[in-house]
């Protein structure tokens, strides 16, 4: 991949290009950090599910379990895989000079926008779990 930091004569003209790298830098950045804190919750739940006793509390872990399974397994290597292809997009334009093709740009505010929602879902998830878990942790 070509970096746009590199020192060449070739500069590209768009500075949103630029500000579009950064952001998916910064999102590849937040996917690395929800798989450790997946992996956290799941340390958790294995730790500490033991403990509650009332059938209501087993569903919601085992809701948890299920999101869980769903976000580590599928969601994040999803959002993982979009990035790459993304940024690779991005270098060929980079490599080519060629800013002409609208769709990268259109293709990058799709992309923030779902990573965006999605952030805001495990923020959800984060506040439930841990509140729930909460009381086991005395």
């Not at 630029?18 to 730790?47: G, N, P, R, V, Y």
């Not at 879902?121 to 841990?130: A, N």
């Amino acid at each position: 991949m070509i970096s746009i930091l590199s020192t060449t004569n070739k500069y590209i003209l768009q500075s949103s290009l630029i500000d579009m790298h950064k952001q998916s830098l910064a999102w590849q950045s937040a996917t690395e950090l929800w798989k450790c804190e997946i992996k956290f919750f799941q340390k958790l739940l294995d730790t500490r599910s033991s403990v509650f006793q009332v059938e209501e509390d087993k569903k919601r872990i085992s809701h948890f379990q299920n999101l869980i399974t769903y976000y580590g397994g599928e969601v994040i290597d999803t959002f993982v895989s979009k990035l790459r292809k993304h940024e690779a997009s991005l270098a060929h334009i980079l490599k080519n000079n060629d800013e002409s093709d609208n769709s990268y740009f259109n293709e990058h505010k799709g992309l923030m926008d779902e990573l965006t929602q999605f952030s805001m879902q495990f923020d959800k998830l984060k506040y439930e779990l841990l509140c729930f878990m909460e009381p086991t942790l005395n």
